[in-house]
């Protein structure tokens, strides 16, 4: 029987569920586990990864998906290393090899703009010394964290007294710092296997900026363009990625720039949204 081996921090969540379902539709041998159920090891010079509990070699796996991408960062690396050499099927092989490196938002806008894909213009200071209130954005600006996901480490300051409030509580060095972009909406592209699977529409709540639908905003059905299809394949393509989600807002020139490519997109509002089988297209492209 074909088998699979979930890793996720999370015992159970919507994406967790429906890719159980479809791979019991496909007949195939799923298990779910965490990052803290494995032991390294090293004996007589040969690496071993298992089960701590059941002793149960990871090798006895061949296909494997990775949830969580900013949590565990050094345990995912470690693991595809180790599942690469043995020739084991790992959805995003190319992007986990390199975890500690994608998910610094900085590294991913510096990478697509050396791709020559729109970004949104940035800057990160190596420390206060460095930052220039005279020549820094005007207000309102976003302060976005270098790491972070569901919009949790994205601020819109609006004068000086919020960046200061802001500033005390964190490292200047750890914040990025971006023009604010008015429009409240932007759109999420899914790709797999270097194709597009679809689009939707992400809108902030009336008053609110953030767009992420765990945050509140809303989502509706869209079209996906032939813009829009170019710039999500080729982000894609920048990081090797085989599933991801790529994040694209259009400004007042209608001029568009890619926010962020997220490598462990959620699709619970995508499959929502537009009526897709987003777990079910995933499975079929990792089992073969």
Known sequence: MKNLLLFSKYNSNYQISRIKEECELRNINI?????LDLNFEIKNNIPHIYFKKTKESLLEYDNFIFRGFVSFDFFKELLCLYLSENHKNVLNKNVLLNT??????????????????PVVNSNLYGSTDVYSQEEAYPFPFILKGIVGSYGNEVMKIDNNLKYRGMIVNKQISDLIFQPFLPTGEDYRILVLGGRVLGVMKRIAQEGKYLTNVSAGGKFEKAELTKELEDLSLKAAKVFGADYCGVDIMYDQNNKPHI?????GAQFKGFEKCTGLNIAGQIIDYLVP
């Open 259 to 263: 926010l962020e490519v997220n490598f």
């Open 100 to 117: 500690s490196l994608y998910i610094n938002k900085l590294i991913q806008v510096f990478k697509l703009s050396m791709n020559n894909l």
């Open 31 to 35: 298990q779910t586990v965490s990052y």
